[in-house]
């Protein structure tokens, strides 16, 4: 075993060994705001061409748990580590920035899948959501959890408390998420709220992944693709800056 497989086994385990706190917690949030909304805007118009507002939840619900969760699992990893000391093992190994790196993503996707299958088989019952693009679904599935993976590693290195993380996590990661056409489409909002959403990266990998579902999207499929990319190319380079000079790693 190398070591990207070792610290990526170690990180699937340190997810897995807490997964009722890690993926079930996330399921039973996810069921709770569908159950809110679609209870609240019950009999509201289709917000799609054919799509009910319930069904138009579960693609968004879905995606904001999973760049939550990938964002939580690599953040967390790394302030764990800091804080308790055993960091230093990690670095002390011959490890590459990229290995590094990548182990700490590949593991925030795999939670994000898992964590985003269970919602759907959950809400399977209730709501039909068909596929009708899945290769979107995989792109943006990937891509965007993998992207707030990276952002989580940048979080976890820049980090030196969980306050800190905390901070970053509350007044970042949870606004953007919350405002990115999970819960409404970008036609119900007046035209300079809609400006201000498209500046939102988040959105594109919403919008995107809904894209998937229902073959219908607020913006061009394509350039979602093209945002969503472009993000995770820019923040996985930051990433991978900070952690090649050892910023904070090596205190």
């Known amino acids: 075993?190398?070591?990207?497989?070792?610290?990526?086994?170690?990180?699937?385990?340190?997810?897995?060994?807490?997964?009722f706190q890690t993926v079930a917690a996330p399921v039973v949030t996810a069921l709770l705001y569908l159950l809110v909304f679609a209870g609240t805007f019950k009999g509201r118009a289709d917000v799609l061409p054919g799509v009910s507002y319930v069904a138009f939840l579960v693609p968004g619900l879905m995606m904001m748990s999973m760049i939550q969760n990938a964002f939580a699992n690599s953040s967390s990893s790394l302030i764990q580590s800091k804080v308790t000391g055993n960091l230093i093992f990690i670095l002390l190994s011959p490890l590459s920035a990229l290995e590094f790196f990548a182990a700490f993503v590949a593991a925030a996707v795999v939670r994000a899948f898992a964590v985003a299958v269970c919602v759907y088989l959950a809400v399977l019952p209730f709501v039909a959501v068909p596929v009708r693009h899945p290769?979107?679904?995989?792109?943006?599935?990937?891509?965007g959890s993998a992207a707030l993976g990276a952002l989580?590693?940048?979080?976890?290195?820049?980090?030196e408390r969980f306050d800190q993380l905390a901070g970053f996590q509350n007044f970042v990661v949870v606004p953007?998420?919350?405002?990115?056409?999970?819960?409404?489409?970008?036609?119900?909002?007046?035209p300079i709220w809609r400006d201000l959403s498209r500046a939102n990266?988040?959105?594109?990998?919403?919008?995107?992944?809904?894209?998937?579902?229902?073959?219908?999207?607020d913006v061009a499929p394509w350039f979602s693709l093209a945002v969503t990319g472009?993000?995770?190319?820019?923040?996985?380079?930051?990433?991978?800056?900070?952690?090649?000079r050892g910023y904070r790693l090596r205190n």
Do not use: C, H, Q
């Open 176 to 190: 953007l998420s919350f405002l990115s056409g999970v819960f409404y489409s970008l036609r119900d909002l007046p």
């Open 152 to 159: 989580g590693v940048i979080a976890g290195v820049w980090a």
């Open 135 to 143: 290769l979107f679904l995989l792109f943006f599935g990937i891509f």
């Open 201 to 217: 990266p988040l959105l594109y990998m919403i919008d995107g992944f809904r894209y998937g579902f229902f073959g219908s999207a």
């Open 230 to 244: 472009g993000f995770f190319l820019a923040v996985s380079l930051l990433a991978l800056t900070l952690v090649g």
């Open 1 to 19: 075993m190398n070591g990207f497989s070792a610290l990526f086994y170690k990180e699937i385990l340190r997810f897995y060994k807490v997964s």
